[in-house]
């Protein structure tokens, strides 16, 4: 019972925490602290931000940025997950893999932008093989060091109780390395989300980050600029918040994510 | 004990060479413009990073990274220190922190050219605001977890606040820090390759661009290999610096601590 007003008063205070740091804003550009040329004052920003809802142009561009994402993060893990399955299935594999993954993990994604634009040119094709190529290290590592930690004792047991081995692979090693798996999840996500508005941006493919750009380009803009970036940290949000939602329903069951409020 | 580790590491690199001995194969018989041979890849390597662009190239990419995740990494210590230390203030911020790590820091490229021009600051300042918020949120994180008990000992023995702070919660919130700080050189290495893409006229990032327009596809790869040994490179040295600062920490809980919040 004492959780509720503990939840609500946290709410009030993030609540005034947005307020607060909105006012300071207004304040710092309204005094001239900080350059209005640089930074617009947010009660200009946000009437922007507004209009852009208001005459339904945000939904086109977020649309073409959520597809980019949704393809390839699907991409990453319809390959990644069986991959990561198998390599972590087995211990010959996994130390057969272990140093080529930690050396390939480490590659930013974005090194491979000019190579991509080469082969796919500079549109949703391009975008989806980024945002994957991205995700898929990620989603892969997690998975192996899922399947790799699962508790030996507990698949002997299936086994010894007549599981074949897909009843073992379903009832006990996806479901623990589930964990592991939503982390890999999360952190892809927010690489994509990345490599997603860098593409648009550096390259120019349709979505949100043209129009951060072509505001910019159109110089006194910068309003409206604004409210697209706004746009694009709100769809991070959103996602990462989505993301947790998920996690948190599909595994309440699992020890980690049971008690404690956060 | 010695032939296990040989077959170790027999084992960790048959995978790598037998990718790159397959590849080398396929381009070799498929003639494909866009995937030249390993040895034409190699040899503009050596020609072109052995060591000609190292100084005009290299050190000003490099230095541009180190620069801005230096001071991502100070300003978010010393920012998440603080606000660790006031609970209120941390609450009521923490959702406005949340937006800005969200936030695909690409999508700020117009913001640090309309601030900053075209110039290095531009590429600095991205760097920054892309890698201080993993820091700064972990650093929240782990000086908000000091053990209480520790605390409320400290204050009774009237140990002076700077000396709490120096010996006390700087040390106990270390491994948090460490994690957040390792995200962030993720982030760092990718802002610095995509701000090289957008209005540069130097860097790794920038002749791998260049030579994607002039079609000189060798260059193009050699300058991703490189790129991708940058990424290897920056991570490697980040682990061992980790695993010394940390080794204390490590003895006691025979990990790494994960950044909660990738």
Known sequence: MQLIPAISRGRGLGLAGVVGVTALLEVVVRTGLLPQAWFPPPSRILPAFGEIVAAGELFGPLGQTLQGWVLGILAAAAVGVPLGVLIGSWPLTHRLTRFTLEFLRPIPPVALIPAAVLIFGSD?????????FGAFWPVLLQTVYGVHDVDPTARDAARCYGLGPRAVLVRITLPSALPHLATGLRIASAIGLILAVTSEIVVGAPGLGVRITDAQSAGGAEDVMYAWILAAGLLGWALNGALHAAERRVLHWHPSYRGGVR | MIRARLADAALALALPVLLLAAYDGWARTAGNFFFPPLSEIGATFAAEWLFTRVPTDLLPSVGRMLAGYALAVAIGVALGTLLGLSRTLSRALDPVLQFLRALPPPALIPVSLLVFGAGDGAKV??????????????????????????????????????????????????????????????????????????????????????????????????????????????????????????????????????????
């Open chain 1, 124 to 132: 949703l094709e391009m975008k989806v093989f980024l945002i994957a």
């Open chain 2, 125 to 262: 300042f991205l760097i920054v605001l892309g890698a201080v918020w993993p820091v700064l949120l972990n650093t929240v994180d782990g000086v908000r977890g000091v053990d209480a008990t520790a605390l409320d000992m400290a204050r009774s023995y009237r140990v002076p606040a700077h000396a709490r702070l120096t010996r006390l919660i700087l040390p106990a919130a270390l491994p948090r820090i460490l994690a957040g700080a390792r995200t962030a050189l993720a982030i760092a290495i990718i802002l610095m390759v995509v701000s090289e893409l957008v209005g540069a006229d130097n860097g790794v990032g920038y002749t791998v661009q260049l030579a994607q327009r002039g079609f000189d596809i060798p260059e193009m790869w050699a300058g991703t290999v490189l790129l991708g040994l940058l990424g290897f490179g920056c991570n490697a040295i980040f682990v061992a610096v980790e695993r010394r600062v940390l080794h204390w920490h490590l003895a006691v809980t025979g990990r790494a601590t994960h950044a909660r919040r990738p």
